[in-house]
T-cell receptor, first 115, second 115 residues
Framework: NAGVMQNPRHLVRRRGQEARLRCSPMKGHSHVYWYRQLPEEGLKFMVYLQKENIIDESGMPKERFSAEFPKEGPSILRIQQVVRGDSAAYFC?????????????FGQGTRLTVV | AQKVTQAQTEISVVEKEDVTLDCVYETRDTTYYLFWYKQPPSGELVFLIRRNSFDEQNEISGRYSWNFQKSTSSFNFTITASQVVDSAVYFCALRIPGTASKLTFGTGTRLQVTL
């Protein structure tokens, strides 16, 4: 049973380009969470999605960021018109259901560098 | 609002020394869950432990032990006889009911174990 798969592992974008980060949850998991880790900081929650629904996007910047988790395929975190401040590690986690005593399993992260 | 504080930014020890990583949390909820994750230099997040607020028993797993004290809102992590492979950033995190698997992370403690 493969773990949470994120790709690419490393992504370099020029300012103004779009970044698309992919997350395939563990088999049987229908809940996905995205976190951002700025350099030398802890992880900050961005968004929580269930298949085809955004449940909680309280941590998402209001502009340029969007996320989806379609019925088929991976979850996508999209950052439009990237700026230097978007450089960070983006982690995806998945869980089989939405209860507090469930562990969320993390992927290896995508390290985005904006040049 | 929830908050997790890891006051120790960086700790350096010599192999075989014991080391304790501090974690202090804030929440108004009486039910909550506490976690520790390890982030080795390779970057992935490795789950170490989950503890719910009703279980104040300390836990030991090999060289790792956790001391949960509700009276001081602390969930400290001790590594006994540290090894070089323990070198990593360690994150403490909190989850409260109604937020599914959304985690609030501390800023992490970087542990460096040298020979």
């Amino acid at each position: 049973n493969a773990g949470v798969m994120q790709n690419p592992r490393h992504l370099v974008r020029r300012r103004g380009q779009e970044a698309r980060l992919r997350c395939s949850p563990m088999k049987g998991h229908s809940h996905v969470y995205w976190y951002r880790q700025l350099p030398e900081e802890g992880l900050k929650f961005m968004v929580y999605l269930q298949k085809e629904n955004i449940i909680d996007e309280s941590g998402m910047p209001k502009e340029r960021f969007s996320a989806e988790f379609p019925k088929e395929g991976p979850s996508i975190l999209r950052i439009q018109q990237v700026v230097r401040g978007d450089s960070a590690a983006y982690f995806c986690a998945s869980s089989p259901w939405a209860t507090e005593n469930t562990e969320a399993f993390f992927g290896q992260g995508t390290r985005l560098t904006v040049v | 609002a929830q908050k997790v504080t890891q006051a120790q930014t960086e700790i350096s020890v010599v192999e075989k020394e014991d080391v304790t990583l501090d974690c202090v949390y804030e929440t108004r909820d009486t039910t909550y869950y506490l976690f520790w994750y390890k982030q080795p230099p390779s970057g992935e997040l490795v789950f170490l432990i989950r503890r719910n607020s009703f279980d104040e028993q300390n836990e030991i797993s090999g060289r790792y032990s956790w001391n949960f004290q509700k009276s001081t809102s602390s969930f400290n992590f001790t590594i006994t006889a540290s090894q070089v492979v323990d070198s990593a950033v360690y994150f403490c995190a909190l989850r409260i009911p109604g937020t599914a698997s959304k985690l609030t992370f501390g800023t992490g403690t970087r542990l460096q174990v040298t020979l």
